[in-house]
């Protein structure tokens, strides 16, 4: 009999993704999101648009029984719009009411394996000071103090998924993921994370110029490549871990190095101007210890491979646009 799978997000980057992956492995996929997928044809078998954030909507595409049901959904972005504080009670209110729609509609039709993308964003502030030493081990969340109300809202739908599998004995699977990137993401727009806006600064920079880089360019982060992602999401959808547990690399970079090999992958002689801007904790690099014991998972692609594939279809994309310009005039 065919397996069946909701993703919830699924005209975003990971969604997008993920879909693919599941049809690959012969599942009847439903995608639902507010939009479809700007770079990509969608592969879910049924594609439902609507907002999360409505119930009614919610509790139609939830018609049936699912297999898995992956809740990827959220109000999200990269620092320029996530720690500018500009768009606080909207992260807020917007992720936590799709969880918590998406969550008592699961637990009405009985669907007890549920997936939940949570982010290394929850982790405490304190911990993240020294951009050499950051500690994100999943036991150093508590006492909380996120840096953002976008953790904040991911810390409280944690608990909110671990409390139905409490109550009401489901199966919900916690993941924090970690920085994910690769081909077909946002690469513009506000939205865009740190691998994506260097790659489409130094793809669109002139021979002997600059790109802005926020900040000192010191802080540290980890990169995880989308390939390794599903691989890390799917082992923990059907393990009996329920987690929180990171799903992330830790190849840990400063962000002035990676802007340095973003632009070695180019060939351009270009330089790094660091300039004052969001940034959000010094350091943040996974920790990989839990999700090997319990999982025997561990990344396998390097940052440095996952980003050429990601440079070559930024710079493809700009191309095109370039082109269709073009031949506009």
Not at 95 to 108: E, G, P, R
Not at 118 to 134: H, V
Not at 140 to 147: F, G, I, K, R, T
Not at 185 to 194: P, Q, S, V
Request: hydrophobic share 35%; proline share 3%; net charge negative.
């Amino acid at each position: 009999m065919t397996k069946t799978a909701l993703v919830c997000g699924a005209g975003g980057f990971i969604g997008g993704h993920l879909v693919q992956r599941l049809k690959r492995e012969g599942f009847w996929v439903r995608g639902v999101d507010l939009k479809f997928n700007e770079h990509e044809q969608t592969a879910a078998d049924d594609f439902a648009i609507g907002d999360l954030r409505d119930m009614d909507f919610v509790k139609s595409i939830v018609d049936r029984r699912f297999d898995e049901v992956y809740q990827l959904a959220a109000d999200m972005g990269g620092a320029g719009y996530i720690f500018t504080g500009e768009n606080d009670a909207q992260i807020m209110h917007n992720s936590a009411t799709i969880n918590l729609n998406v969550l008592d509609a699961c637990h009405k039709r009985n669907i007890r394996r549920v997936f939940y993308s949570s982010s290394a964003c929850m982790y405490p502030e304190f911990n993240q000071l020294d951009p050499e030493n950051p500690n994100c081990a999943e036991d150093s969340a508590y006492p909380a103090n996120p840096d953002s109300e976008y953790g904040w809202e991911k810390l409280f739908s944690e608990r909110l998924y671990l409390s139905y599998n409490r109550n009401y004995g489901m199966e919900c699977r916690v993941a924090r993921y970690h920085n994910i990137f690769g081909p077909a993401g946002t690469w513009e727009g506000g939205k865009e994370k740190a691998p994506a806006a260097l790659c489409r600064k130094v793809a669109m920079a002139e021979e002997g110029s600059e790109i802005e880089v926020w900040g000192d360019g010191l802080q540290t982060r980890s990169f995880l490549y989308i390939d390794e992602c599903l691989e890390g999401t799917t082992r923990l959808m059907r393990s009996s871990f329920e987690g929180p547990v990171n799903v992330g690399s830790d190849e840990m970079i400063t962000i002035n190095d990676l802007a340095r090999m973003v632009i070695e992958i180019s060939g351009k002689n270009i330089g790094v101007n660091n300039i004052p801007g969001p940034q959000g904790v010094r350091g943040r690099n996974s920790d990989n210890r839990l999700i090997e014991s319990e999982l025997g998972w561990r990344p396998t692609r390097s940052l440095r491979q996952g980003m050429e594939l990601t440079y070559k279809w930024i710079n493809q994309e700009i191309k095109k646009r370039h082109n269709l310009l073009s031949c506009d005039k």
